[in-house]
């Protein structure tokens, strides 16, 4: 394993890939019954939502795809504009926008929405989980540009014979 094989974008989404494994056991949304003198309360970890499960497992997939990087294996080359980079970053700004979503929308309560005195509660994994795909998103933009920046670079010449 050469970590230094590993590029700054790299690095960034294996960091953010790894908070946002951890912060999935955490709770991330809930709901809060307050009848009168008794209040009762309940959150799922990010695994118990559709929305921030698939957020979590394309986390686990990016930091495969960079472990595979840092292990030396060779990955498939890809054919015009698609490289890594780019497959990188559309991954990470998936699974930011869908914890995101999930964020803003909140625990489905079904029926219980329209009871008074039920609240949707978000908990602090959401919080760190959101934080987590930006970095995500920032290390698969990161990547991107080193890719493009490797794409267009013109090979080194020789310096010119000198008399």
């Given amino acids: 394993m050469d970590l230094n094989r590993l590029t700054m974008g790299d690095r ?7 908070v946002l494994f951890i912060a999935s056991f955490f709770n ?14 309940d959150a ?5 939502f559709t929305l921030t499960l698939i957020a979590i497992l394309i986390g686990i997939a990016m930091v495969v795809l960079v472990a595979l990087k840092a292990f030396d294996v060779k990955l498939p080359e890809m054919s015009g504009q698609l490289t890594w980079g780019t497959i990188l970053l559309i991954m990470g700004v998936v699974a930011f926008v869908f914890v995101l979503i999930k964020l803003i929308a909140g625990p489905n309560l079904g029926d219980a929405d329209d009871i008074a005195g039920v609240e949707k509660t978000r908990e602090i994994g959401i919080f760190i989980g959101l934080i987590a795909t930006a ?3 920032v290390g698969g933009y990161l990547r991107f540009q080193e890719d493009k920046g490797a794409s267009t670079a013109t090979p080194p010449t020789a310096p010119p014979p000198t008399a």
Wanted: hydrophobic share 50%; net charge neutral; proline share 3%.
């Fill in 12 to 18: 960034v989404i294996a960091i953010s890939g790894i």
């Fill in 28 to 41: 991330w949304l809930g709901a809060k019954i307050d009848q009168g003198p008794f209040e009762v309360s």
């Fill in 44 to 48: 799922k970890s990010g695994w118990g």
């Fill in 135 to 137: 970095g995500l998103a």
